[in-house]
């Protein structure tokens, strides 16, 4: 006679076989065009036990985001270079990596130990490098071809015709044309003010060239193509698309340096899933996956040789806007030290409020 025991014991194993297990779910909190659907699911054909689920947002509100939970929520966040060691230290919303799971061997070295130098914590590492890139002037060579200063977006000669974003990168840009060094001034709060309400003074008067304060790349995008205006502040990536529909669109490094930046990886101090995270960053980084990636950013990945690997219209474009000098020539953004984006940001509403901009 059959054991009973035993057929129930073994109905109970099959029936459990029979489940598949639980898809655990990476959640990713990154910029627009950082997930691209093409790229995700090859990652989710390749880990089919992982399920990508994303949010897009920016650096502050990835910053409000991680604060408000105590770092719970997500898994994987990708906040630039320069807003990590600040956060940590004031919110505690990150967790060191393990870079033991990471194939940094892949990364470019001077962007990787750059990361790790502007986010290493009492000897621990916080983030590693993704994509980089810049900030700067887009112009139409056929209509403002001397464009080549951040304060040429406000000559006369372009009266109504530029644009510009109302976020730090126009202050900080402004401030090197003129004569300062925001960076340096980081460790003095009292001269940065000086700075900030020169710059807001400056861009005040201003107001008359501007066609209107851009929010977004498509905005911006739109401006530029159908000749409403001739230049702008810009991200390069933005300038590089747009080289490709009208190679009179080019991105120009400021004569004082284009401002340029790291996206990177880091992890939510309340993340419950690591292991999914360390591979995503591992995929992504991957050479077949890395030309996925930049053909939707347009930014160039943090890896050897990442340059190669753009598409071909975005290498041209890169090309057409920067020499080498100009890449000796980059400010890369430092770490914000506490207060500074409180200062940062009551200088933006005073610019609002006084061109009646949003």
């Given amino acids: 006679m059959i054991n009973k025991i035993a057929i129930a014991s073994l109905l109970a194993a099959t029936a459990l076989a029979a489940v598949p297990a639980q898809a655990e779910t990476l959640r990713l909190l990154t910029w627009g065009s950082y997930a691209p659907d093409d790229l995700v699911k090859k990652f989710e054909e390749k880990y089919p036990d992982i399920t990508v689920e994303v949010t897009f947002s920016n650096n502050e509100e990835m910053i ?17 270079h320069d807003r990590i060691f600040a956060a940590q230290q004031e919110y505690n919303i990150y967790k060191p990596l393990d870079l033991s799971k990471i194939d940094t061997s892949n990364m470019q ?47 006369p000669e372009y009266k109504g015709k ?68 001739v230049a702008s502040e810009t991200w390069d990536s933005t300038a590089y698309k747009l080289y490709g ?33 360390y591979k995503w960053i591992n995929f992504v980084l991957e050479p077949e996956n890395v030309k996925m990636m930049s053909a939707s950013t347009g930014a160039i990945a943090a890896v050897k040789g990442g340059k190669d ?19 000796d020539n980059l400010k890369f953004f430092a770490n914000i030290p506490p207060g500074v984006e409180d200062m940062e940001g009551k200088t933006l509403e005073k610019i609002k409020a006084a061109t009646g901009s949003e």
């Fill in 162 to 229: 530029t644009s510009m974003r109302l976020r730090r990168t126009i202050l900080l840009g402004m401030a090197f044309d003129m004569g300062e060094d925001p960076f340096a001034a980081y460790a003095d709060l009292d001269k940065y003010q000086e700075i900030l309400d020169k710059v807001s003074d400056k861009l005040i008067e201003c107001k008359d060239n501007i066609k209107a304060y851009w929010k977004g790349g498509d905005d911006l995008s739109a401006m530029m193509l159908s000749g409403e205006i």
């Fill in 245 to 277: 529909e009208n190679k009179d669109i080019v991105f120009v490094p400021p004569k004082t340096g284009a401002l340029a930046w790291i996206d990177t990886f880091a992890l939510p101090r309340k993340g419950e899933a690591d292991d999914a995270a």
């Fill in 309 to 327: 690997l753009l598409p071909d219209d975005k290498k041209a474009a890169v090309n057409a806007a920067f020499t080498d000098e100009d890449i």
């Fill in 109 to 155: 070295d001077s962007l990787l130990e750059g990361v790790k130098a502007n986010t290493t914590i009492d000897g621990e590492v916080y983030a590693v490098p993704h994509q980089w890139g810049t900030s700067g002037l887009m112009t139409n060579m056929s209509m403002a071809p001397n464009v080549a200063a951040w304060g040429d977006l406000c000559n």
């Fill in 64 to 80: 409000a985001k991680l604060r408000a939970t105590g770092g719970a929520g997500f898994d994987l966040a990708q906040p630039s």
